[in-house]
Each structure stands twice: as C-alpha cells, then as structure tokens.
C-alpha cells in the first residue's frame, strides 16, 4: 500500500483543517488505518485509528471530542477532521496502515505516508 497525506497547514488556535490519505496498491478495504503525529523533538504518537469495516474507531485521549476519522473505501481515502486546534496539536502528522489493528495501536504500522505538518499558531 502506497500512502499519499495532504491537507496540512497554519491555522490559528481554535481553527479547523482536514488531513486527508490517498491510499493506491493492496486492496484498501482489507487494511486499517490511523494517524499518528510527531511534534519537533517529541516520540512519535497515535492520534486515532479505523478498521477496515469503519466498526470500531480509536482516539487518543489528548483529540477525543475535537478530532474525528472516517474512511471512503470507494475513493481508497482516509481523513482526519481536526477541529477546536491547540498549539499542542502542531505536528507532522502520518497517516498508516496495518493489517494488525493492535500494530497501529500500539504505534506502529506495516505502510507509512510521507507525513505533513501542521502548524497551529497562539
């Protein structure tokens, strides 16, 4: 699977922006998917994840209530709405994808996109 992510930018405290994944390869529709984030000199972390059946989703704690994922697997895309945004969200956000729920919640993933940043100013 070939991840593709877009959508990031600079937006102010209390904005909104929509991470979207391009997936192309392996059947989309049998794989997982999640977003994980890194902010400058911090350990990568899990932000949400999606089964393959749009079933069961999984936030992190710190975007429960403010972020929220979805999956088209028609278009072979998932998002990431992100909404009420903190300077502590500004991060490279990764999209990926697992086979193995339990690999993408525990933060790792069989294929990773490239990342892009997100800057959320005070």
């Known amino acids: 699977v070939q991840l593709q992510a877009s959508g990031g930018g600079l937006v102010q405290t209390g904005g909104s922006l929509r991470l979207s994944c391009a997936a192309s390869g392996r059947t989309f529709t049998s794989v997982n998917m999640g977003w994980f984030r890194q902010a400058p000199g911090k350990e990568r972390e899990f932000v949400a994840a999606?089964?393959?059946?749009?079933?069961?989703?999984y936030y992190a704690d710190s975007v429960k209530g403010r972020f929220t994922i979805s999956r088209d697997n028609a278009k072979n895309t998932v998002t990431l709405q992100m909404n009420s945004l903190k300077p502590e969200d500004t991060a490279v956000y990764y999209c990926?994808?697992?086979?193995?729920?339990?690999?993408?919640?525990?933060?790792?993933?069989?294929?990773w996109g490239q990342g892009t940043l997100v800057t959320v100013s005070s």
């Open positions: 990926a994808a697992a086979l193995d729920m339990s690999r993408l919640r525990i933060g790792t993933g069989d294929y």
């Open positions: 999606i089964t393959w059946s749009k079933l069961t989703l």
